[in-house]
T-cell receptor
Framework: QKEVEQNSGPLSVPEGAIASLNCTYS??????FFWYRQYSGKSPELIMF????GDKEDGRFTAQLNKASQYVSLLIRDSQPSDSATYLC???????????????FGTGTRLTIIP | DGGITQSPKYLFRKEGQNVTLSCEQN?????MYWYRQDPGQGLRLIYY???????QKGDIAEGYSVSREKKESFPLTVTSAQKNPTAFYLC?????????????????FGAGTRLSVL
């Protein structure tokens, strides 16, 4: 079983609509969750991170976390063509006494915004 | 201008050759990481280092080696033992959770090195 799963897509959304990207994870003790955006041929850039159950909003982006269901999502409101990219979900497992832990990445969802 | 610098941007390896990818950061981050990304795939961890002179194997360390002699630098050597090295290699860095504002492990990435085999 994959530790972090995402629908690979492609997900096509009309310009101006809401894009919804989903991610599930297997480690129930996971502490923090990240969404990265990766344009074709480029490196990932951080969009949002979330720790607590519920919603976290930043501009047009909203991250939603449900630890009971082991589910994290990213909503993009008023989608723009510039949002067309692959979105990677990353999960930080249980934090040990030593400190930093490895992030586990999903395979990413390719999002295309249709003008 | 703070950030993570990877070089070269493109690299070609001949069969049987070792090549070294450079990663330098001036963010004063404690931890550094190397990932490999194949087309249409997610990121797979090769090696990571949380402090100078110490590093740990990730999920796909075979055929790779690293060193961490300075906090700012974490070079990756792709050895001849790595039989399928063609991929996009990404270096990342982060604060140690003890120094991060909320104990988070936010990783920031360099621009990447694209390695191909001649």
């Amino acid at each position: 079983q994959k530790e972090v799963e995402q629908n690979s897509g492609p997900l096509s959304v009309p310009e101006g609509a809401i894009a919804s990207l989903n991610c599930t994870y297997s480690d129930r003790g996971s502490q923090s969750f990240f969404w990265y955006r990766q344009y074709s041929g480029k490196s990932p850039e951080l969009i949002m991170f979330i720790y607590s159950n519920g919603d976290k909003e930043d501009g047009r982006f909203t991250a939603q976390l449900n630890k009971a269901s082991q589910y994290v999502s990213l909503l993009i409101r008023d989608s723009q063509p510039s949002d067309s990219a692959t979105y990677l979900c990353a999960v930080n497992p249980i934090i040990s006494n030593f400190g930093n832990e490895k992030l586990t990445f999903g395979t990413g969802t390719r999002l295309t915004i249709i003008p | 201008d703070g950030g993570i610098t990877q070089s070269p941007k493109y690299l070609f390896r001949k069969e049987g050759q070792n090549v070294t990818l450079s990663c330098e950061q001036n963010l004063n981050h404690d931890a550094m990481y190397w990932y490999r990304q194949d087309p249409g795939q997610g990121l797979r961890l090769i090696y990571y280092s949380q402090i100078v002179n110490d590093f740990q194997k990730g999920d796909i360390a075979e055929g790779y080696s690293v060193s961490r002699e300075k906090k700012e630098s974490f070079p990756l050597t792709v050895t001849s033992a790595q039989k399928n090295p063609t991929a996009f290699y990404l270096c990342a860095s982060s604060y140690h959770t003890d120094r991060a504002p909320r104990g988070e492990n936010i990783q920031y990435f360099g621009a990447g090195t694209r390695l191909s085999v001649l």
